[in-house]
């Protein structure tokens, strides 16, 4: 790839309201960013918003800065991207990576759990990790302090994937600055955020929906009632991957999340050979049909349908996720219409795309 063209990415993926979704769709459109963002500036107008793509100077900051960090930039639709995570409507369109690329064409499995974990939970989590690895399974984590470190720990001689809710060139937490350096010696360390990112609260979902992505199952060892394990553990689920949990004492409310699972459904495993065991049922991914495809060069469509049905989509569709499949016969309009009229709403701001082809109107939307 040209080196114009991955700074062209690059400010594609840092421009409002371009989501990863729509960084697809956009691509597979107009095939080029450099065409795309062309294009955006009058199809955000068209959905009644001004929008100016990220400037040259935010790209080429952003490369540099991962020059810097001695970090490999993997773009979606490119040959070392994680084949397993391309699956997914919702994968970053770029991740930062530091370390053993390689690992990433390997089965991977995640194991996740509760930060302020109990010591026999670590030293299971640390167990399981090793004895997985063994069996040719990469552990994906989150770095976090925990069950998340006890689990690195475990995997790193057979290898470990940790993804990062900061910047690739920010350890957090601090006290997993050796493990930190550890990972990218002889592991993966992956983040989407773009270096000197800090950490914050809406961050650690986002990065949750990657270690499901990328992941063929998750194992939860130690979770409370509202922990962020959870998240991984229903993205997981909902990718068709399978969901395992370590039951634990009803009087220790971080199993309580664990035996939430079970008895929602989850495979109850208590060793390796359990989860063995699980793993070899077939796995299929869950994702949504691709949208239809509009190339750059066709005749755009009946302006007059598209506004009808942005009108439709802005009137019809509130904060709860809604499927686009609905969508289409609320507005009893081709597909291709609907689509097209989602993507100049979503540029202009006013829509919110969600995995499983679902969208939402933007709370702070008015019409």
């Not at 991957?241 to 409310?253: F, H, K, N, R, W």
């Not at 802005?314 to 989602?342: F, K, N, Q, R």
Request: hydrophobic share 40%.
């Amino acid at each position: 790839m040209e080196h114009s063209e991955k700074l062209a990415r690059i400010r594609l993926i840092r421009t409002q309201n371009v989501g990863p979704m729509t960084y697809k769709l956009l691509m597979r459109r107009y095939k080029t960013a450099k065409e795309a963002l062309r294009a955006i500036p009058e199809l955000a107008k068209r959905g009644g918003r001004k929008l100016v793509p990220a400037s040259l100077a935010v790209a080429e900051a952003e490369f540099n800065a991962n020059e810097a960090a001695g970090a490999t930039l993997l773009f979606r639709g490119t040959e070392q991207y994680p084949r397993q995570l391309d699956m997914f409507d919702d994968a970053p369109a770029l991740l930062s990576a530091k370390g053993n690329i390689h690992l990433l064409q390997k089965p991977m499995l995640a194991m996740v759990g509760a930060r302020n974990a109990s010591i026999n939970a670590m030293r299971l989590s640390e167990k399981l990790a090793s004895e997985l690895g063994t069996h040719g399974y990469i552990i994906v984590s989150g770095l976090a302090r925990g069950i998340d470190t006890a689990a690195h720990n475990g995997a790193l001689d057979t290898g470990t994937i940790a993804v990062i809710a900061s910047g690739i060139d920010l350890v957090y937490p601090q006290e997993n600055a050796d493990l930190f350096d550890s990972i990218i010696e002889r592991g993966l360390l992956l983040a989407e955020m773009p270096p000197g990112t800090q950490p914050t609260p809406r961050h650690f979902p986002i990065r949750n929906r990657i270690i499901a992505g990328l992941s063929h199952g998750v194992i939860v060892v130690e979770a409370a009632a509202k922990s962020g394990s959870l998240i991984t553990a229903r993205e997981t689920g909902e990718r068709g991957g399978e969901v395992m949990a370590i039951p634990g004492s009803p009087l220790d409310p971080r199993s309580e999340g664990c035996n939430k699972l079970i008895r929602e459904g989850a495979t109850l495993v208590q060793n390796t050979s359990d989860i063995l065991e699980c793993l070899s049922r077939p796995y299929t991914a869950s994702q949504p049909p691709p949208p239809p495809v509009q190339d750059a060069n066709a005749p755009e469509p009946n302006s007059n349908a598209v506004n009808k049905c942005r009108n439709i989509i802005t009137e019809g569709v509130g904060p709860d996720p809604v499927a686009i499949d609905d969508i289409i016969h609320l507005c009893d309009m081709p597909a291709s219409i609907v689509w097209a009229a989602l993507l100049e709403l979503e540029l202009a701001g006013v829509i919110l795309r969600h995995h499983g082809n679902r969208v939402s109107k933007i709370a702070a939307f008015k019409a």
